[in-house]
């Protein structure tokens, strides 16, 4: 009888036994579960970017014709767009817009073609000049000296009425050609 009773017992604790293990591995599997989801999400992400990213450049006004003046460079900022579909506008960034004549008018990228750094417009000696490594432009965006391979990059423009706008990418100095 009491043999009886002992293997009872010993079958409820081989049961016990079992289920904790059962237990046991659920918890472990769902947890590593949840873990490599947490660690995929920016190996998708990164593989979905290029399907993401917005690509069509946007026409933005920068002004109208009286703010500027003729052969002279100015600078201009507009709402930078993130490259992502589900973000909203979230900065400013700003190009420099020179007036040629008339109705001409070029629009020159504000980040440098060497490493992006912004440059800086020198009215006094007709410059672009760039902080970073010394990288210095003429008036028309051509390179003059310095570690840039090429001129500055160039968004298109165009008056429309009275406006000014032009043509914007979230990242101009790589979707952009002079
Ligand atoms: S970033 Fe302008 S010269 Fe290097």
Redesign the pocket.
């Known amino acids: 009888m009491d043999s009886d009773k002992e293997q009872t017992a010993l079958q409820n604790t081989s049961r016990e036994g079992e289920n904790r293990r059962k237990f046991l591995s659920k918890i472990t599997l769902g947890v590593g579960s949840f873990v490599a989801a947490v660690l995929a999400v920016p190996v998708i992400t990164s593989m979905l970017d290029p399907v993401l990213r917005k690509k069509t450049p946007r026409w933005r006004k920068v002004g109208s014709l009286e703010d500027f003046e003729v052969d002279k460079t100015k600078m201009v900022s507009f709402k930078d767009t993130s490259p992502y579909k589900w973000s909203t506008e979230i900065s400013q960034t700003a190009a420099y817009v020179r007036r040629e004549q008339g109705d001409t008018f070029t629009a020159f990228s504000i980040n440098?073609?060497?490493?992006?750094?912004p440059?800086r417009w020198v009215e006094e000696s007709e410059l672009f000049l760039?902080?970073?490594?010394?990288?210095v432009y003429y008036k028309d965006g051509s390179r003059a000296s310095?570690?840039?391979p090429r001129g500055l990059f160039k968004y298109p423009i165009r008056v429309v009425g009275n406006n000014v706008e032009i043509k914007t990418a979230p990242i101009p100095i790589t979707n952009m050609r002079a």
Not at 130 to 135: A, I, L
Request: hydrophobic fraction near 20%; charge should be neutral; include cysteine.
């Open positions: 440098c073609a060497h490493l992006g750094c440059v760039c902080p970073c490594h010394g990288g310095g570690p840039p």
